[in-house]
Protein backbone atom coordinates (compact mmCIF):
# COMPACT_ATOMS: atom_id res chain seq x y z
CA UNK A 1 0.00 0.00 0.00
CA UNK A 2 2.98 2.44 1.14
CA UNK A 3 4.39 1.48 -2.34
CA UNK A 4 1.42 2.24 -4.20
CA UNK A 5 1.17 5.87 -3.02
CA UNK A 6 3.23 7.43 -5.08
CA UNK A 7 2.55 5.42 -8.15
CA UNK A 8 -1.05 6.62 -7.67
CA UNK A 9 -0.12 9.64 -6.82
CA UNK A 10 1.73 10.46 -10.23
CA UNK A 11 -0.80 8.41 -12.36
CA UNK A 12 -3.45 11.34 -10.50
CA UNK A 13 -1.15 13.92 -12.01
CA UNK A 14 -0.78 12.72 -15.34
CA UNK A 15 -4.54 12.31 -15.83
CA UNK A 16 -5.14 15.69 -14.20
CA UNK A 17 -2.69 17.12 -16.39
CA UNK A 18 -4.30 15.66 -19.87
CA UNK A 19 -7.39 16.36 -18.50
CA UNK A 20 -6.95 19.99 -18.07
CA UNK A 21 -4.93 20.17 -21.54
CA UNK A 22 -7.42 18.40 -23.57
CA UNK A 23 -8.53 21.92 -26.19
CA UNK A 24 -12.47 22.54 -25.47
CA UNK A 25 -14.77 23.40 -28.33
CA UNK A 26 -12.84 21.42 -31.30
CA UNK A 27 -16.43 19.97 -32.52
CA UNK A 28 -14.92 16.71 -33.42
CA UNK A 29 -16.94 14.37 -31.46
CA UNK A 30 -20.64 13.40 -30.82
CA UNK A 31 -22.80 15.82 -29.68
CA UNK A 32 -27.22 14.78 -28.54
CA UNK A 33 -29.46 18.15 -28.93
CA UNK A 34 -32.46 19.33 -26.86
CA UNK A 35 -34.83 17.43 -28.95
CA UNK A 36 -32.77 14.12 -28.74
CA UNK A 37 -31.15 14.22 -31.86
CA UNK A 38 -27.33 13.80 -32.27
CA UNK A 39 -24.44 14.11 -34.90
CA UNK A 40 -21.18 12.94 -35.21
CA UNK A 41 -18.56 15.32 -36.39
CA UNK A 42 -15.54 13.83 -37.80
CA UNK A 43 -12.32 15.19 -38.03
CA UNK A 44 -11.73 19.39 -38.18
CA UNK A 45 -8.91 20.09 -40.88
CA UNK A 46 -6.94 23.13 -40.92
CA UNK A 47 -9.22 25.81 -42.50
CA UNK A 48 -11.53 24.21 -39.52
CA UNK A 49 -13.70 22.73 -42.19
CA UNK A 50 -15.47 19.33 -41.14
CA UNK A 51 -18.01 17.08 -42.72
CA UNK A 52 -20.54 14.18 -40.45
CA UNK A 53 -23.79 12.47 -39.77
CA UNK A 54 -27.07 13.99 -38.28
CA UNK A 55 -29.34 12.38 -37.02
CA UNK A 56 -32.61 13.87 -36.45
CA UNK A 57 -35.20 12.66 -33.78
CA UNK A 58 -38.01 14.48 -35.31
CA UNK A 59 -39.25 15.71 -38.95
CA UNK A 60 -41.79 17.99 -40.57
CA UNK A 61 -42.47 15.38 -42.65
CA UNK A 62 -43.87 11.57 -42.47
CA UNK A 63 -40.85 9.72 -44.78
CA UNK A 64 -38.84 7.43 -42.03
CA UNK A 65 -36.02 9.30 -40.79
CA UNK A 66 -32.43 8.02 -41.72
CA UNK A 67 -29.04 9.82 -40.67
CA UNK A 68 -27.77 12.46 -43.03
CA UNK A 69 -24.59 14.64 -44.10
CA UNK A 70 -23.60 17.29 -42.70
CA UNK A 71 -20.81 20.06 -43.96
CA UNK A 72 -19.68 22.87 -41.84
CA UNK A 73 -17.16 25.01 -40.60
CA UNK A 74 -15.72 26.09 -37.67
CA UNK A 75 -13.46 29.42 -36.75
CA UNK A 76 -9.90 27.08 -35.20
CA UNK A 77 -10.83 26.89 -31.29
CA UNK A 78 -6.59 26.54 -31.21
CA UNK A 79 -7.18 30.43 -32.06
CA UNK A 80 -9.98 31.84 -30.64
CA UNK A 81 -11.46 29.71 -27.65
CA UNK A 82 -15.04 29.82 -27.92
CA UNK A 83 -15.36 29.50 -31.60
CA UNK A 84 -19.10 30.21 -33.86
CA UNK A 85 -19.34 27.96 -36.32
CA UNK A 86 -22.06 26.23 -39.18
CA UNK A 87 -23.10 24.02 -40.65
CA UNK A 88 -25.72 22.35 -43.48
CA UNK A 89 -27.29 19.02 -43.18
CA UNK A 90 -28.73 17.95 -46.40
CA UNK A 91 -31.51 15.27 -45.26
CA UNK A 92 -31.14 12.26 -46.92
CA UNK A 93 -34.86 11.36 -46.52
CA UNK A 94 -36.68 14.13 -48.17
CA UNK A 95 -36.29 17.34 -49.83
CA UNK A 96 -35.81 19.75 -47.29
CA UNK A 97 -32.29 21.75 -46.32
CA UNK A 98 -31.35 22.77 -42.68
CA UNK A 99 -28.71 25.33 -41.75
CA UNK A 100 -27.93 25.79 -38.26
CA UNK A 101 -24.99 28.51 -37.05
CA UNK A 102 -23.79 28.68 -33.43
CA UNK A 103 -21.29 29.02 -31.13
CA UNK A 104 -19.41 27.00 -28.70
CA UNK A 105 -19.28 27.74 -25.21
CA UNK A 106 -17.77 26.28 -21.83
CA UNK A 107 -19.58 26.89 -19.23
CA UNK A 108 -19.08 27.34 -15.22
CA UNK A 109 -18.28 23.39 -14.74
CA UNK A 110 -16.12 23.21 -17.70
CA UNK A 111 -18.66 21.54 -19.82
CA UNK A 112 -18.86 22.30 -23.72
CA UNK A 113 -22.23 23.24 -25.18
CA UNK A 114 -23.08 24.62 -28.41
CA UNK A 115 -25.91 27.35 -28.49
CA UNK A 116 -27.58 27.01 -32.31
CA UNK A 117 -29.85 28.98 -34.71
CA UNK A 118 -31.31 27.03 -37.43
CA UNK A 119 -33.41 27.83 -40.59
CA UNK A 120 -35.00 24.88 -41.95
CA UNK A 121 -36.25 25.29 -45.84
CA UNK A 122 -39.11 22.78 -47.11
CA UNK A 123 -40.09 22.45 -50.67
CA UNK A 124 -42.78 24.17 -51.88
CA UNK A 125 -44.77 23.47 -54.65
CA UNK A 126 -44.65 26.76 -55.65
CA UNK A 127 -43.95 30.54 -55.26
CA UNK A 128 -47.06 31.62 -53.74
CA UNK A 129 -46.51 28.91 -50.78
CA UNK A 130 -42.70 30.77 -50.31
CA UNK A 131 -44.29 32.49 -47.41
CA UNK A 132 -44.62 29.37 -45.37
CA UNK A 133 -41.61 27.06 -46.40
CA UNK A 134 -38.51 28.43 -43.91
CA UNK A 135 -39.02 27.44 -40.32
CA UNK A 136 -37.25 28.88 -37.71
CA UNK A 137 -35.48 27.45 -34.13
CA UNK A 138 -32.73 26.99 -31.39
CA UNK A 139 -31.28 24.10 -30.69
CA UNK A 140 -28.51 23.36 -27.59
CA UNK A 141 -26.23 20.63 -28.08
CA UNK A 142 -23.86 18.80 -24.96
CA UNK A 143 -21.08 16.15 -25.73
CA UNK A 144 -22.09 12.51 -25.81
CA UNK A 145 -20.11 11.47 -23.25
CA UNK A 146 -19.91 7.87 -24.22
CA UNK A 147 -18.03 7.83 -27.43
CA UNK A 148 -17.74 4.53 -29.57
C1 LIG B 1 -37.48 17.68 -42.36
O1 LIG B 1 -38.34 17.41 -41.53
O2 LIG B 1 -37.75 18.31 -43.41
C2 LIG B 1 -36.07 17.21 -42.17
C3 LIG B 1 -35.68 17.03 -40.74
C4 LIG B 1 -35.58 18.35 -40.01
C5 LIG B 1 -35.22 18.20 -38.56
C6 LIG B 1 -35.13 19.52 -37.84
S1 LIG B 1 -33.69 20.45 -38.24
C7 LIG B 1 -33.96 21.53 -36.91
C8 LIG B 1 -34.48 20.71 -35.75
N1 LIG B 1 -33.41 20.20 -34.96
C9 LIG B 1 -33.32 18.89 -35.02
O3 LIG B 1 -32.47 18.21 -34.42
N2 LIG B 1 -34.26 18.40 -35.83
C10 LIG B 1 -35.11 19.44 -36.32
Known amino acids: MVQATPFL ?3 FLVLGAHGLSVKKCALTGRWVNDLGSNMTIKILN ?11 SVSATTQKIIPSPLLGSQNLPNQQNQSTFGFTVHWSFTNSITVFTGQCFVDNDGKEVLRTMWLLRSRVESISSDWKATRVGTNVFTRLQLQE
Open 9 to 11: LVL
Open 46 to 56: SNGDFSGIYNT
